[in-house]
């Protein structure tokens, strides 16, 4: 079946470092991929997202690419803050259903150090 | 101007007692769903509503029972409460059953003693 599996957290870096999440799928025909983000305490909230393949999802300073070759649409960010710190969940939804349903990773924690 | 409430936020209960949890959305989205998030953090849907009408139905207890009373509302009844129900439950809309991006609620965090 269809799956999500992304690197195992948490990971904490300090303010201003470099951020990779790495995300690898499994998939029949053609889903949609996604990043949300959890704030302590709150719902999740979508981050970016990327239907097609070769498509760049960005939005807050976070990127993403749906690489169809490697099946995989890791999260980058080029300079991290403290306000960045969450759990971070890819997600896919397939794309051969008529009903809408999203399959999540297992959620990576972040935390930044100021 | 929430767009999707769930109350309650905390819910304590012991062994078998029956509860619900609410949710509404203002978005005038006509889908909804209940995702259950473990103490992993590991997110599962559970049910999901269109109009009214149950569209996906993933592999759930039978103390499980959604009800929608009209497509802003979508509630989850628990009969006979477990100790592994103690998650945090997650109501969520979108814009049709074709919509993939959805939209969360805080959601609620339910503890059985």
């Known amino acids: 079946g269809d799956s999500v599996t992304q690197m195992e957290g948490p990971v904490t870096l300090s303010e201003e470092a470099f951020l990779t999440i790495n995300c690898t799928y499994t998939a029949t025909g053609y889903p949609s991929l996604f990043w949300y983000v959890q704030y302590p305490g709150e719902g999740l909230q979508l981050l970016l997202k990327?239907?097609?393949?070769?498509d760049k999802g960005s939005n807050k300073g976070f990127e993403a690419t749906y690489r169809k070759e490697t099946t995989s649409f890791h999260l980058e960010k080029g300079s991290v803050q403290v306000s960045d710190s969450a759990v971070y969940f890819c997600?896919?939804?397939?794309?051969?259903?008529?009903?809408?349903?999203?399959?999540f990773g297992s959620g990576t924690r972040l935390s930044i150090r100021p | 101007d929430t767009a999707v409430s769930q109350t309650p936020k905390y819910l304590v209960t012991q062994m078998g007692n029956d509860k619900s949890i609410k949710c509404e959305q203002n978005?005038?989205?006509?889908?909804m769903y209940w995702y259950k998030q473990d103490s992993k953090k590991f997110l599962k849907i559970m049910f999901s509503?269109?109009?009214?009408?149950?569209?996906i139905n993933e592999t759930v207890p039978n103390r499980f029972s959604p009800k929608s009373p009209d497509k802003a509302h979508l509630n989850l009844h628990i009969n006979s409460l477990e100790l592994g129900d103690s998650a945090v439950y997650f109501c969520?809309?979108?814009?049709?059953?074709?919509?993939?991006?959805?939209?969360f609620g805080p959601g609620t965090r339910l503890t059985v003693l």
């Open positions: 990327a239907t097609k393949a070769d």
């Open positions: 509503y269109n109009n009214k009408e149950l569209i």
């Open positions: 978005l005038g989205h006509d889908t």
């Open positions: 969520a809309s979108s814009q049709g059953p074709e919509d993939n991006e959805q939209f």
């Open positions: 997600a896919l939804s397939p794309g051969y259903s008529s009903a809408s349903k999203i399959i």
